[in-house]
Every structure is written in structure tokens, then in C-alpha cells.
């Protein structure tokens, strides 16, 4: 079965360090997007993107994100000097287009700054 | 925007137990899915559900899309089971609309031995 990829799966960084975190979504989805998980809380909406730009973002998602899709299969968000609330676990998610659509999940990378 | 609600959200069972876990969510969608957050902190699929009923194993889920509910039954219950249950919406497709998944609070399901 097809499923969404992310990498790493657990990163330490120091504070006001850019980090880059990967995601392989499924094939042939157009619709990705990032989530955050703080930790304890509920997932949290970062950005949504399609047809290769930012279709919809939260306002959480300030300047210091970004993302990319470099090539034909990674998706990516660079975050760009992180801070000690940057900690949360990170998930990437796809779909297809439709209204009847079902959104796939990345196990997540958890990134802890220190 | 849309909100979503669960219930109850702490639930503290014995092995074997039944239970049922609800989604309440204040708008039209045309997308549901329950997932169970691992102790990994993993996102597992459970259901995709946008109307009626669905079950696989132990679980099954019924959404009635028009009354804006659904419910997740956990039947037998394992200690695997513990972890957090989410229910996330979307309403894509819908003139306008987001087309982002908004989850729900969450419930934190304890299965104990």
C-alpha cells in the first residue's frame, strides 16, 4: 500500500539553527500539506499547497517557514531559525484532489530544539 | 471556521470493555477520518468516513453526516488500544471552502490490564 514517507524521524537541533524537514508523499497526490504537534495537544494546521504554491496557510506558519517541492516527489519545510517553541512533532500529509478524498499521513518527525 | 469536539476526553477502560468515543463538529463536511496516535506519536488511519457506517476488526464508526456526528466503538478492548483518538473534518469541495483537515481535541483512551 502507498504511504507517505518522512524523514528524518527524530531531529535535535540548537536553538536559531535552520532545519529542513523531508516528506515523500504518495505519487500521484496533488494536495500536501504540513501539520504541528506540540506536544500534549491537539494537531495543528500549518500549510496546505497545491499546484506548486501555497494554497492556504495558518498563522502560525510566520516568515521563518517555508516550503518547497524541489522535484517530483519531495515535499519539503525549512523552518529557518527555530526556537525552543519549535518543538513538536511534524507531520506531512497528502491527497488526491475530489471532494470524496482521503487524507494520508507521515508517521512524523519529531523535532526537538535545544 | 469549523469546530470539532470530542468526547469525553479521558476515558480509562479494563481490558475487554466496550467503549464508544464521539466527534461532534459544527459545519457540513464532506471528509471524516479517525486516527489513534500511537505512544510513538504515530498517526494511524483508522476510518475514512464521510457518511454511514464502516467497521474492520474490533472497531467499527458511523457518521451521520446530516445530524454532524460520529462515533468510533472500540469493542473488546486491548491494552493496545491506549493511545489518543482523533477525529479530523474536512469540508473540501465545497464552494470556497478550506481544504485543510481540522482535527478534533482529541480522546485519551487508558486500557488497563
Known amino acids: 500500500e502507498p504511504e507517505v514517507t518522512q524523514t528524518p524521524s527524530h531531529q535535535v537541533t540548537q536553538m536559531g539553527q535552520e532545519v529542513i524537514l523531508r516528506c515523500v508523499p504518495i505519487?500521484?497526490?496533488?494536495?500536501f500539506y504540513w501539520y504541528r504537534q506540540i506536544l500534549g495537544q491537539k494537531v495543528e494546521f500549518l500549510v496546505s499547497?497545491?499546484?506548486?504554491?501555497?494554497?492556504?496557510k495558518s498563522e502560525i506558519f510566520d516568515d521563518q517557514f517555508s516550503v518547497e517541492r524541489p522535484d517530483g516527489s519531495n515535499f519539503t519545510l525549512k523552518i529557518r531559525s527555530t526556537k525552543l517553541e519549535d518543538s513538536a512533532m511534524y507531520f506531512c500529509?497528502?491527497?488526491?484532489?475530489?471532494?470524496?478524498?482521503?487524507?494520508?499521513f507521515g508517521q512524523g518527525t519529531r523535532l526537538t530544539v535545544v | 471556521g469549523i469546530q470539532v469536539e470530542q468526547s469525553p476526553p479521558d476515558l480509562i477502560l479494563q481490558e475487554g470493555a466496550n467503549s464508544t468515543l464521539r466527534c461532534n463538529f459544527s459545519d457540513s463536511v464532506n471528509n471524516l477520518q479517525w486516527f489513534h496516535q500511537n505512544p510513538w506519536g504515530q498517526l494511524i488511519n483508522l476510518f475514512y468516513?464521510?457518511?454511514?457506517?464502516k467497521q474492520n476488526g474490533r472497531l467499527s464508526a458511523t457518521t451521520v453526516a446530516t445530524e454532524r456526528y460520529s462515533l468510533l466503538y472500540i469493542s473488546s478492548s486491548q491494552t493496545t488500544d491506549s493511545g489518543v483518538y482523533f477525529c479530523a473534518v474536512g469540508p473540501w469541495g465545497y464552494g470556497g471552502a478550506t481544504n485543510k483537515l481540522i482535527f478534533g481535541t482529541g480522546t485519551l483512551l487508558a486500557v488497563q490490564p
Open positions: 499547497f497545491y499546484n506548486n504554491e501555497i494554497s492556504e
Open positions: 500529509a497528502s491527497r488526491n484532489t475530489g471532494i470524496s478524498s482521503e487524507a494520508f
Open positions: 505519487s500521484n497526490h496533488l494536495y
Open positions: 468516513i464521510p457518511s454511514g457506517t
